[in-house]
């Protein structure tokens, strides 16, 4: 199985500023990283397909990169609606594994 | 409105069963792979099983390889997780989620979860 490590596993940033948070793979999966967000109490909301593609009606703010083992995660400009967990996960073999998740708070 | 809607959540003893329904609407569910994803209390996402869109082919997770059946009527638009001898370590809301292959095979629609308490 392929392991997803995310860091860090929380942050907390302040309005408008840019957040970065990394995903490596255990083993290459070329570009098969996608991005979600969690709100508590909601269903997960795709955010990032392909690593760098903005899924439609998502923020430009959000913006994704990497190929192979290592991704990340940028959010410029962060905004209050911004709270909650993000995580990602490999969609390049079976299981489909996630990374443990980045809890992400607004100062 | 495009949407997935689980049911059939619940409190059941160790050792016993349920069936999860999911309920697609708004797409064509007929060409999609479906998906069942677990999230215990406080924790993370952990994928569960996929199936294929016809249902010929399915994959498990090992922690309920052999317990678990994923399953599908494309007539009723609907996808289905039975699960026998539950345990504990179960407990968890599922969801269900759509695989679009053109988007690297993210999950792009989910459900709203419904909750499995495994509890004597």
């Known amino acids: 199985d392929i392991q997803m490590t995310q860091s860090p596993s929380s942050l907390s940033a302040s309005v408008g500023d840019r957040v970065t948070i990394t995903c490596r793979a255990s083993?290459?999966?070329?570009?098969?990283l996608n991005w979600y967000q969690q709100k508590p109490g909601k269903a997960p909301k795709l955010l990032m397909y392909?690593?760098?593609t903005l899924q439609s009606g998502v923020p430009s703010r959000f913006s994704g990169s990497g190929s192979g083992t290592d991704f990340t995660l940028t959010i410029s400009n962060l905004q209050p609606e911004d709270f909650g967990t993000y995580c990602c996960?490999?969609?390049?073999?079976?299981?489909?594994?996630f990374g443990q998740g980045t809890k992400l708070e607004i100062k | 409105e495009v949407q997935l809607v689980e049911s059939g959540g619940g409190l059941v003893q160790p050792g016993g069963s349920l069936r999860l329904s999911c309920a697609a609407s708004?797409?064509?569910?007929?060409?999609?792979?479906m998906h069942w994803v677990r999230q215990a209390p406080g924790k993370g996402l952990v994928w569960v099983s996929r199936?294929?869109?016809?249902?010929?082919?399915?994959n498990y997770a090992d922690s309920v390889k052999g317990r678990f059946t994923i399953s599908r009527d494309n007539a009723k638009n609907t996808l289905y997780l039975q699960m026998n001898s539950l345990r504990a370590e179960d407990t968890a809301v599922y969801y269900c989620?759509?695989?679009?292959?053109?988007?690297?095979?993210?999950?792009?629609?989910w459900g709203q979860g419904t909750m499995v308490t495994v509890s004597s």
């Open positions: 989620a759509r695989a679009v292959a053109v988007s690297a095979r993210a999950f792009d629609i």
């Open positions: 708004g797409f064509t569910f007929n060409t999609d792979w």
């Open positions: 199936i294929n869109s016809d249902g010929s082919s399915t």
């Open positions: 083993q290459t999966i070329s570009n098969y």
């Open positions: 392909a690593a760098s």
């Open positions: 996960q490999q969609t390049y073999s079976t299981p489909r594994t």
